[in-house]
């Protein structure tokens, strides 16, 4: 099992595993139910991978990629992309859906108590959606990206661009899951990433990682 070690935000720290589960998409979700979609696109940042202890997670605080990052994170626009791709997605499928515009804070949504079922459900009870925003499912796509720094205790091995792409659809009569998916992709950095004055290296292994994450997000639907 590998384990990976992100901080996200410019900074930023969190724990991803192959432990995550994964329910493929049922195909019931193509009926004439409306969804709503909340997309949830991080701001660019600093991911780890590989073997490090606390004392070395604290010696290599990537602070020398922040600037660099803020540089080539407006020449992405990923959410306008992601917001483009999911609407030929849903479309080509003739799935009604919506937007939801609204700021929703999924960590402060009330905890699902799971009934005894044998359904698999959503850890977060997002049934309250379905008065507010008039739609009988959620898809939510929760996405972080930047770069990737692996190392081996405080020794850097290697650099890529990165995205993680997190996917959950639920249905909100019961709150029951529909599908949920959790994938990364990452790309080479072809030369010196700090090479140019607008880090060309570094923004083209991002865009690569964000282009075949795209592709991976139109099978899972």
Known sequence: MKLLKLTFGILFLLTVTSCVTTLPLNRQFYNNKKVGVILQV???GMAKAGGQGLLDMALTPGNRFTEPL???EPKFNLNETLKSEITNILNAKNKQFQFISEKID???LNKFEKPN???KYSKKDFRNLKITNSVDEIMFVKVKYGILVSYYGMIELDKQGY???GTEVVDL???SLLQQENFQTVAKVNGNWKKGEDFENLKNS???AINSSIT???TKF
Do not use: E, P
Request: proline residues 0%; glycine residues 0%; charged residues 35%.
């Open 163 to 165: 995205v993680n792409i």
């Open 117 to 119: 079922a044998d359904k």
């Open 173 to 175: 009569s019961d709150n």
């Open 216 to 218: 991976t997000l139109k």
């Open 106 to 108: 999924i960590q402060s």
């Open 42 to 44: 991080d701001s660019i």
């Open 70 to 72: 803020k540089k080539v």
């Open 206 to 208: 991002i865009q690569d």
